[in-house]
């Protein structure tokens, strides 16, 4: 018979460094799953927020209930959310990703309208003055400034979504959610602290990519400062 | 569409809101934690956030612990809490991720608030001999309301959905409703919960946007 190990899995403890090596491939699977979540659901929020987000520009009165529609899902608590599109999609990962995107589609919606409603007036008159059409003066002038505003949208809707994706292990898919729910039924406290840990970086590694993204592509908000 | 009949049905079963498990019982649970933890949070986040805006300082700090606050999961916080010995005492776990949550907002747009106010009629009241005391009281913080109350609203909305992610780490609540569907297997029951959820956060929004129509005309009568 051999002496049960005394390492610091067996102690149960917080900070383990045994288990970074021995579960290194869990940890991974789990990191993957839960960019794969987080990516996919930021996405087609994007996608489907932009052209929202113009057609609530272009006719005054989509402006209302779109903005309403937003709140409205927003104010919606992520669990509930989640287990009102159980009946549509099942035990799936696209319940979570729906759910995420629900929720990106809320913020970047508002921060590209507010974005698009802060070009001034003086600036569109000159471009028209200049000769451009409408999908002219939006491409090149309207999104353009209003980009500082939606990436702040962007950064805010991405951080929320790696961490509301832990939710998702609910249904089984929250990525490093599923390493804390299933540490809390065994009191796993190095998986637990290990995975949240993860989450965090996550959300501050995006948020940095992120803000280094805004920073290469709105060359002209450093010019005028410099 | 079968679902939502059978949801429908599980909401109108008198038998599934008595009871121990009973939406009644949940439901008082989570407005008792939500009430209670707002409370708790304006009482630690206001103060601090009235002073330092009328001080000037602390900025940084008062400002981005939104952002902080938002990259850290609800989720991983309460089972983090859950195993500490926080865990022991029973709603421990939930009333102090509760609050962790709600005080970064509450602390935010109380300090925005505080500074945004006119520094013109700042330097009036303090030419009229004001207190530093009397001018926090008498026309700083009333001028900052509008953004303390907004700061107030998104505590709430923020409340009510962290107290609904407790019942994932045992905590009690609405939420209870949903994860003993999910155990149950039972579709219509994590739906009707799910549902009850949404109607409670929506109506606390609601409650919050008839408060701020009424707050604007104290101010200006």
């Known amino acids: 018979m051999t002496a049960p190990p005394d390492d610091c899995l067996a102690r149960n403890e917080w900070i383990c460094g045994d288990y970074l090596s021995t579960r290194r491939h869990i940890l991974l699977d789990a990191v993957g799953q839960h960019l794969q979540l987080t990516v996919l659901s930021v996405l087609i929020g994007l996608a489907i927020a932009l052209p929202l987000a113009v057609l609530a520009r272009r006719w005054g009165w989509a402006a209302g209930p779109v903005l309403a529609v937003t709140t409205v899902l927003y104010t919606i608590p992520s669990l509930a959310m989640f287990s009102l599109l159980l009946p549509v999609y099942g035990l799936s990962a696209a319940l979570v990703v729906a759910g995420l995107v629900l929720y990106s589609l809320t913020l970047l919606v508002r921060n590209i309208l507010a974005g698009l409603r802060a070009v001034p007036e003086d600036t569109r008159q000159a471009a028209r003055g200049m000769g451009y059409g409408p999908v002219r003066l939006l491409l090149t002038v309207e999104l353009p400034l209003a980009l500082p505003a939606a990436m702040a949208g962007l950064r805010i809707a991405t951080v929320s979504a790696v961490s509301l994706a832990t939710v998702g292990a609910i249904v089984g898919f929250g990525g490093l959610g599923n390493l804390i729910y299933a540490g809390m039924n065994t009191y796993f406290k190095a998986q637990v602290l290990t995975a949240s840990v993860l989450c965090v970086v996550i959300a501050v590694a995006a948020d940095l990519l992120l803000l280094g993204i805004q920073w290469l592509i709105t060359p002209w908000t450093r010019a005028r400062r410099g | ?221």
């Open chain 2, 1 to 221: 569409m079968n679902t939502l009949t059978d949801a429908w049905n599980w909401l109108t079963d008198s038998a599934h809101w008595a009871g121990d498990d009973g939406v009644w019982h949940r439901l008082g649970q989570h407005l008792v934690l939500t009430v209670v933890c707002l409370v708790i949070s304006c009482l630690i986040a206001l103060p601090i956030a009235l002073v330092l805006g009328h001080l000037g300082r602390g900025g940084a700090l008062a400002v981005n612990i939104s952002n902080v606050g938002r990259a850290v999961p609800t989720f991983a916080v309460l089972v983090l809490l859950l195993l500490t010995p926080i865990g022991d005492w029973g709603e421990g776990p939930t009333v102090v991720a509760l609050v962790l949550f709600a005080v970064p907002p509450l602390l935010t747009n109380a300090y925005v608030g505080m500074r945004e106010v006119d520094r013109d009629v700042v330097r009036a009241a303090r030419g009229m001999g004001m207190t530093g005391r009397q001018l926090l009281w008498r026309v700083e913080a009333p001028l900052a309301m509008p953004m303390i109350m907004g700061g107030v609203r998104i505590a709430a909305v923020q409340l009510v959905a962290t107290a609904t992610i407790a019942a994932l780490a045992g905590g009690g609540g609405l939420g209870r409703i949903i994860t003993a569907g999910f155990n149950l297997a039972s579709t219509p029951q994590v739906v009707a919960g799910a549902v009850l959820v949404a109607v409670f956060a929506l109506l606390v929004e609601a409650v919050f946007e008839v408060a701020e129509r009424l707050l604007p005309r104290r101010g200006t009568r």
